[in-house]
């Protein structure tokens, strides 16, 4: 494998949440409803609190004293001192639409993003340990993909900067981070079986997130209803 | 919430799987490649092999000393160890079906199948301990939904008693099975909240159950393309 | 090795504790306090709440899915089913003694009895999943080691049948559990690694269970002094 | 608690170190054998492959958001990001003084140092996030009381310098990290039960570095019988 078809992987993938996702077809069809875009940011509070986390895990399964061994887990680590607390980007900009949530009522994702922040401890902790790099991989790159949709999103919504500080902050830090994992790659994927491994939790954590997308459309109905989780905060 | 809810619940994630899934379709359609059940099969082999141990961590997560956390540790263990092993029955169905795979070949799951897995560990290990009672909820309970697409598999691909082991063994297991897991959601569940964390986990499970056998479609297609990981055992 | 070999090992280690332990010292000296008593149940209180934790982490730790392999997991999961809520033995005894502690206030172990804690859990889950059978291997033997220096501290402090329980139950056990480790170590320890493993863990989790005990001695100088974690309990 | 009682605890436990540890009454007795330097860097070399894991830990088991959580974990991922790999000094310490021993022949700390190792884990993974700093506390600040014997053993080995480079690595670190961990205790220690709890881990693992000490003697007298199983690598 290489990073081109990596990167046609990653591009497939999109494609089909682009195509399919219901949550995105509901943005596009016009709908204004800021809680759909609050809905969305308390799933990023919950799975951004793990990110930081499930980074640092990767060095618990790598077993080697070699070089790039070492150096992939000062990667490692150092991706967990950037990412430390940027729930709380998420978490302010909630505050700065109006929702003031109490910490102690943040308790609860939705399954589907319980499940996908699961799936991201397991590849920390089991198999290859480069395969999280499969994550980082289209995460630090996404802006490309996922800035049309967050542009009507904006737009429709009237949403102003300062509810967009977690989705801002990650897209400037877009491009060195996406050379940092692509260098990391270069480095360190040997044999076939790594790449395969790489684009195995490319394709799987971008899906995981497309279901986390689609959840936050059937909450939003489930929320209308007054049948949420969430009522009661949003 | 009730037992009534629950298996309300249950009935509307199996229609939505009846109805919708993909491998399921293509069965009743008539495909009679045995090589779907033999997929089946080995993402069967892959989640049982965690299931004794995802269930003995369940114990991990129960903090209190009282008679009801007692029971409930000892469900765990019981359980554990009454599954202990039943991945070989899937295995020997593979075998018996002509598929004899060297033990060291069986090391890629599905990515589903990994994502299915991760969740189970994480409900055992994670939040209300009473939730993994969920997946068990279903997972015992699942032969009058699953018995008729079965039966068709059965006859289409005309598989053999001795092909169906696992199967069998878990359908017979059921009815005790799921009177044990009913007393204990009866001991043990108190609150709505209680409920409602035993429900999200049996409707996510069901759910991921659902993506895994998609995700076999999926690879079957790639098999008959070459391009699947399973080529060269299957 | 042979378990020739291990049980003279046993043998020597146990000498140690015997010969030099400071809280056997102390009860062999005439102490009839019972708090000395009462400060050993506590940490055994503590420890016992985490064998059938442990036992049936080893579980996760073992590989293979060969027959050994699943009837040692067999065994633990076993192992952990009959050992859960013993720990309630010990707080009962401590109860019968006229220490009536609120379950709340039984947080906090003496460091040694922690890193006892921590020892076996690491065994558990790392390295050669056999070595945890060193434990058990004098944990399932030990009243005839244990047993004198029992009865000089039952009759120096007057200790009635029900304040004994655990004790007297797990002595009880001891025969029958004990041969199934034997058994059990005949049937998966092939090689003299294996054997020096199961030594290792035999001899440093007898010696940190002396430093425990040696704890205990020191703790109750602090009970005497008004400084220690159990004043206000004891 | 304050610091004025933290440094008294850490003086007297090292006071009982230096006037009991067996190890150092050797090497101050003049023994000049340069293997019981390098069976004390093995033991480092096991210890310290830990550390940089163990410290990333401590962040699994922070739970808040608020200011000082996150900064505590920066502060863990710093730390580990600066600890990655120092366990190659100790391997190529061992390698300027001869000692070239193949990676994959280290595989077996001594049961003392295993037991450390686990328990700072288990400090790291549970109870009071801030009680990992006790041991912080004492390994950035341990120059002052393990200088002397250091410099007893450089002499009568004589050791050079490039065998030195762990020690000598960390004495440097010592101030900087020491005013670290020290700023870090002031900003989150508030309870009488935050120092409670940062003493014990303090004592306990200056005590366990102790029994390690003590360990390495007595496989030093192993290794001159031809008994240990570090005969064959030194």
């Known amino acids: 494998m290489s990073f081109e078809a990596l990167n046609e992987t990653m591009k497939k993938s999109w494609e089909i949440i682009l195509g399919e996702n219901l949550?995105?077809?509901?943005v596009n069809a016009g709908n204004a409803d800021r809680r759909l875009y609050a809905l969305y940011l308390i799933q990023t509070f919950f799975y951004t609190s793990h990110n930081a986390k499930n980074q640092a895990l990767v060095a618990l399964n790598i077993k080697g004293h070699d070089s790039p061994s070492i150096q992939y887990m000062?990667?490692?680590?150092?991706?967990?001192l950037e990412e430390t607390g940027h729930e709380m980007m998420a978490y302010?900009?909630?505050?700065?639409?109006?929702?003031?949530?109490p910490m102690e009522k943040l308790t609860s994702p939705l399954p589907e993003t319980e499940a996908f922040i699961a799936y991201l401890y397991k590849v920390s902790l089991?198999?290859?340990p480069l395969r999280s790099l499969g994550y980082a991989f289209w995460a630090e790159d996404s802006y490309r993909f996922f800035g049309d949709i967050m542009t009507t999103a904006i737009k429709n919504m009237g949403l102003s900067k300062d509810m967009l500080?977690?989705?801002?902050?990650?897209?400037a830090l877009?491009?060195?981070?996406?050379?940092?994992?692509?260098?990391m790659i270069k480095k360190c994927a040997k044999t076939q079986q790594d790449w395969d491994d790489i684009s195995?939790?490319?394709?799987?954590?971008l899906k995981m997130t497309g279901d986390m997308l689609n959840a936050v459309l059937v909450e939003y109905k489930k929320l209308l209803e007054g049948k949420s989780r969430y009522?009661?905060?949003?």
């Open 23 to 26: 949550l995105l077809k509901e």
């Open 174 to 183: 877009d491009v060195e981070h996406s050379q940092d994992v692509n260098a």
């Open 231 to 234: 009522n009661g905060i949003l």
């Open 126 to 128: 089991t198999g290859n």
């Open 165 to 171: 500080t977690f989705f801002n902050e990650h897209s």
């Open 200 to 205: 195995d939790v490319l394709v799987m954590s």
């Open 74 to 80: 000062k990667y490692c680590f150092k991706q967990s």
């Open 92 to 101: 302010h900009d909630l505050k700065r639409m109006g929702y003031e949530i």
